[in-house]
């Protein structure tokens, strides 16, 4: 097969999902209505934390900003994937590939670097609460969170920079929903090889990093619960870190089923696209209010204000 050029890669042509012909239209109004639940649903839950002056914690700061990424990481592939379930057009031009292959990883990354920083937060909330109001300062948060999009962007960076520097074959077939960096180097003609392990050894540090610092938090917390074990102190702990434990069990918990349930490379990669992309930005919208006592007041309080 004749190698091309970038430059001469005009557009590449996105399969979609291995969904039946005669069920397109199920599966588009099953989307759909999960898409704008997740962007509604986490609108609002940003609205009630800049509204409502009980919620602004540490806690519901991060909160705020994973539910702009949850809105961000679904609404970078599928508005695009829908549109196309719609009009049966498969192609995406060069351009608008690279660019939504950059912001998934941004947020996909942000994701991970926040659910990590929450949890340093409810270790210091548990293990030092005498302390936390001078270790968890505004500034600390602030930094917390700019530390984690820089690290995102300089992630998603790389992995685009390194792509561009790329030649594809002539077929420009992408068998997913989205371009995927690792569909992506399928395609290509070019020695991948050293990208792969560039992209592996960084991208490993980029996932064990905060993976490690979530285990970490959660360790010293049940060392600490359990070194006076009782009830009020396991309520309040739940209480504490249940919603996000429910989170982060959710965005790792389906990766590890997906690719040890899937039985192909391509079903696993798909599956689990569809769970980071739709469905889980969804349920954290639900485990964050709906098992959220804080939430669910501020919520009554914005209600009965727009009665009155």
């Not at 530390?147 to 077939?173: D, E, K, R």
């Not at 919603?243 to 798909?270: A, C, E, P, Q, R």
Request: net charge neutral; charged share 10%; glycine share 6%.
């Amino acid at each position: 097969m004749r190698p091309e050029n970038l430059s001469s890669m005009s557009e590449f042509l996105l399969l979609g999902l291995p969904i039946p012909p005669g069920q397109q239209g199920l599966f588009f109004a099953l989307f759909l209505g999960m898409y704008l639940t997740t962007v509604l649903g986490n609108l609002l839950i940003i609205l009630l934390i800049r509204l409502d002056s009980h919620l602004h914690t540490p806690m519901y700061f991060f909160l705020s900003h994973l539910a702009f990424s949850d809105i961000s990481l679904s609404s970078v592939t599928v508005p695009k994937m829908l549109m196309n379930m719609h009009t049966q057009q498969q192609s995406i031009p060069y351009e608008g590939c690279i660019s939504q292959l950059y912001f998934f990883t941004v947020f996909g990354c942000l994701d991970n670097f926040l659910l990590a920083v929450m949890a340093y937060d409810r270790y210091v909330a548990i293990c030092h609460p005498l302390h936390y109001t001078t270790i968890v300062k505004e500034e600390l948060c602030v930094l917390l969170v700019a530390g984690s999009w820089i690290l995102s962007c300089g992630n998603a960076l790389l992995h685009t920079i390194l792509l561009v520097q790329l030649s594809f074959c002539a077929n420009n077939v992408i068998n997913h929903f989205f371009c995927e960096l690792t569909v992506l180097l399928k395609l290509s003609c070019s020695d991948i090889s050293l990208i792969e392990l560039v992209l592996f050894a960084e991208g490993g540090v980029f996932s064990v990093l905060p993976l490690a610092i979530i285990f970490g938090s959660y360790i010293h917390i049940g060392t600490i619960i359990l070194k006076a074990p009782s009830t009020k102190r396991l309520l309040k702990a739940f209480s504490t870190c249940g919603s996000h434990l429910f989170v982060v069990s959710l965005f790792y918990g389906t990766l590890v089923g997906v690719y040890l349930l899937s039985s192909s490379w391509d079903s696993k990669n798909i599956i689990a696209s569809v769970m980071y992309t739709v469905v889980t930005p969804m349920l954290n919208l639900f485990i964050y209010s709906l098992r959220n006592r804080d939430m669910k007041q501020a919520l009554e309080c914005l209600s009965t204000g727009l009665k009155s």
